[in-house]
């Protein structure tokens, strides 16, 4: 399957493909790819903000932001929470993540007047999708609340950080 198959099918939320991408121990640098174009992508479409350095420091953000989430889903989801089929290591987690944030291209719309907000709201209800998917695939979960619950509790790890940094 071609990286443009496999987007297509994160898009579309089949499951089937998120397994194909947890087992592709190649995929790595494929899910590193999209998650700097995404993050360009959402960052053109919120209007550069700090111009080229911005957006670069952005692009950097999502980065290590992925990285960081592959690892608090690690512990979550395989540690604290497994399920008795949960099997997973960083890998297959920095894979499906990875590709989960295809829907966040369509955010290079998001500065459109008039639809632009609308579009903001749709790509961040997919992008929750695609992730509560990417996550309940790679933990192998028969749940996709507990995948949900994992996912939440580690928005609001992130959100947390991210007030106490600002303070």
Not at 24 to 45: E, P, R, Y
Not at 67 to 74: D, E, F, L, P
Not at 122 to 144: M, N, P
């Amino acid at each position: 399957m071609t990286v443009t198959e496999r987007v297509t099918g994160v898009l579309a939320l089949r499951p089937s493909v998120f397994e194909e991408i947890e087992a592709d121990t190649t995929a790595n640098a494929q899910a590193f790819a999209i998650v700097v174009l995404a993050s360009l992508a959402a960052g053109l479409g919120g209007g550069l903000g700090g111009g080229a350095v911005g957006l670069m420091r952005e692009t950097i953000g999502a980065v290590v932001g992925w990285v960081m989430w592959a690892g608090v889903t690690y512990v979550l989801g395989a540690r604290l929470m497994p399920e008795p089929e949960t099997r997973t290591d960083m890998g297959e987690l920095l894979r499906v993540i990875g590709y989960s944030y295809a829907p966040s291209f369509f955010a290079l719309f998001a500065g459109l007047p008039l639809v632009g907000y609308g579009i903001r709201v749709v790509v961040d209800f997919w992008l929750l999708a695609t992730t509560v998917l990417a996550v309940r695939q790679a933990l192998d979960y028969k749940s996709t609340l507990r995948a949900f619950a994992v996912v939440l509790i580690g928005w609001l790890f992130f959100v947390t950080i991210s007030w106490a940094l600002r303070a």
